[in-house]
């Protein structure tokens, strides 16, 4: 069921009825329904971050903070819970558990690009040629956006307007002082074969995270599917149970 959230401004997928227990948060270019079997039997809100699913996009380019703050609004409403996120979604909880640790109770994150392990791999020659020239004026913008979606990646092909400018960047955004400063419990559970974020980053991100728990599920990819669903509801259930007692 869609529930409308902070006057309208904020749309959700609404599960179970009231105290609301879980907030989930989806990755870049996914919805809200992505927790559907994860949260199922649970009193939960599956949000769609503004510019995905039916909820608008902001009107300036936003970092992961500012999607943060827009929610504070709603869990100040519902009170203290527990946050799943997913990818994007995770960065979004990272800052929410770090600089407002009153609104929750605990984090469980998969997939979530937290730390870049190795440097980011260089442009290629032909683009950074055609980057060169355009900022000088001596070819159009519209080669340089040509050029611009031939070498991005497919998120970046497929966002526009202030949504690829916001893609680009929280993709250059930093976690370290916000990991350390999370005080509520953490799992972490991690696709093998996540290749959009690999688990050996997510492994050195739980590292910075006071007492956080780590794993991988064998043969996982990077989407909430399969044995990875199956495993980030478990994960949610002993959460839930952990800040329960």
């Known amino acids: 069921m869609i529930t409308a959230l902070a006057d309208g401004r904020l749309l959700a997928e609404k599960t179970g009825s009231t105290p609301v227990q879980v907030v989930a948060l989806h990755g870049w270019g996914r919805t809200g329904a992505d927790f559907g079997t994860i949260v199922d039997g649970l009193n939960a809100l599956s949000i769609h971050l503004p510019g995905f699913g039916i909820t608008p996009e902001p009107s300036a380019v936003w970092g992961s903070e500012d999607y943060a703050n827009d929610l504070v609004e709603v869990l100040r409403e519902i009170g203290p819970v527990v946050i799943v996120g997913h990818s994007f979604g995770g960065r979004v909880a990272v800052r929410l558990a770090a600089q407002h640790p009153e609104l929750v109770k605990g984090l469980v994150l998969t997939g979530v690009p937290l730390l870049r392990l190795q440097a980011a791999p260089k442009a290629a020659a032909s683009y950074r040629l055609i980057r060169w020239l ?67 980053a997510g492994r050195a991100a739980s590292e910075l995270i006071p007492g956080a728990r780590f794993r991988t599920v064998a043969g996982a990819g990077h989407l909430l599917e399969g044995d990875l669903a199956v495993e980030v509801a478990q994960e949610l259930h002993e959460m839930l149970q952990e800040v329960a007692s």
């Open 134 to 200: 355009a900022r000088r004026g001596l070819v159009s913008q519209k080669t340089l956006e040509a050029q611009k979606h031939k070498h991005g990646s497919a998120d970046y092909r497929n966002a526009s307007g202030v949504m690829r400018d916001i893609m680009v960047r929280v993709v250059g955004e930093d976690y370290r002082d916000d990991l350390a400063r999370i005080t509520a419990p953490v799992r972490m559970v991690w696709g093998e074969r996540d290749t959009a974020a690999p688990a050996d």
